[in-house]
């Protein structure tokens, strides 16, 4: 079974950079699974859709961030990450890293990080 | 707004059976698979519902999920205080390519 962990920052200053790293265990970044994706969840509100990396390498982001965000992967840290440039204070969510490991395929995610929560200050 | 439309809330006393309707489109609900996601405050989504109707191990079988054209629903039967949470729909959108949820429903046991 994947295990995924966040981590990174609390608190970015508004205009900065919001940069969150998601470490994987229990198996190959490489091929474990069809895409290594961030979600959000602004504090009492719902969850969107930040983007994913697939297994192949190639990226899809939700068009709403207008190209504010880019997804990497670190295959020799089993690592995927997430920068989101010119943060406001609408970017104050819990970002989840996740990823679907019941099927492979474009699928909704069914296996997440506990969560980070981002605080953007002014 | 959520491309998914769910009821922000519903209730229910202890033991009764309670539905959760999930709206959508063709190019969402109508043409691919919907999970349901259990959230307790403070953590992450589980998912409850996986391929329309399909339980994980683990989940009970008080849970259950149904898919008719462009909507979906999670039934709870037996309820207990403990399924107060919050309950999210979502699934693949051709449109988009990516995944999409619905706005939750706030779940009360009274």
């Known amino acids: 079974q994947l295990r995924l962990q966040e981590s990174g920052p609390g608190l970015v200053k508004a205009s900065e950079t919001l940069s969150l790293t998601c470490t994987v265990s229990?198996?190959?970044?490489?091929?474990?699974?069809?895409?290594w994706g961030w979600i959000r969840q602004p504090p009492g509100k719902g969850l969107e859709w930040i983007g994913f990396?697939?297994?192949?390498?190639?990226?899809k982001y939700n068009p709403s961030l207008k190209s504010r965000a880019t997804i990497s992967v670190d295959t020799s840290k089993n690592q995927f990450s997430l920068k989101l440039t010119s943060v406001a204070a609408a970017d104050t969510a819990v970002y989840y890293c996740?990823?679907?490991?019941?099927?492979?395929?474009?699928?909704?995610?069914?296996?997440w990080g506990q969560g980070n929560l981002v605080t953007v200050s002014s | 707004q959520s491309v998914l439309t769910q009821p922000p809330s519903a209730s229910g006393t202890p033991g009764q059976r309670v539905t959760i309707s999930c709206s959508g489109s063709?190019?969402?609900?109508?043409?691919?698979?919907v999970y349901w996601y259990q959230q307790l405050p403070g953590t992450a989504p589980k998912v409850l519902i996986y391929?329309?109707?399909q339980r994980p191990s683990g989940v009970p079988d008080r849970f259950s999920g149904s898919k008719s054209g462009t909507s979906a629903s999670l039934a709870i039967s037996g309820l207990r205080s403990e399924d107060e949470a919050d309950y999210y729909c979502?699934?693949?959108?051709?449109?988009?390519?990516?995944?999409?949820f619905g706005g939750g429903t706030k779940l009360t046991v009274l």
């Open positions: 996740a990823t679907p490991g019941l099927g492979f395929g474009e699928l909704p995610p069914d296996n």
């Open positions: 229990g198996g190959p970044i490489s091929s474990s699974s069809y895409y």
């Open positions: 990396i697939y297994y192949s390498g190639g990226t």
């Open positions: 063709s190019s969402n609900i109508g043409n691919n698979y």
């Open positions: 391929r329309n109707n």
């Open positions: 979502a699934v693949w959108d051709d449109s988009l390519s990516g995944p999409v």
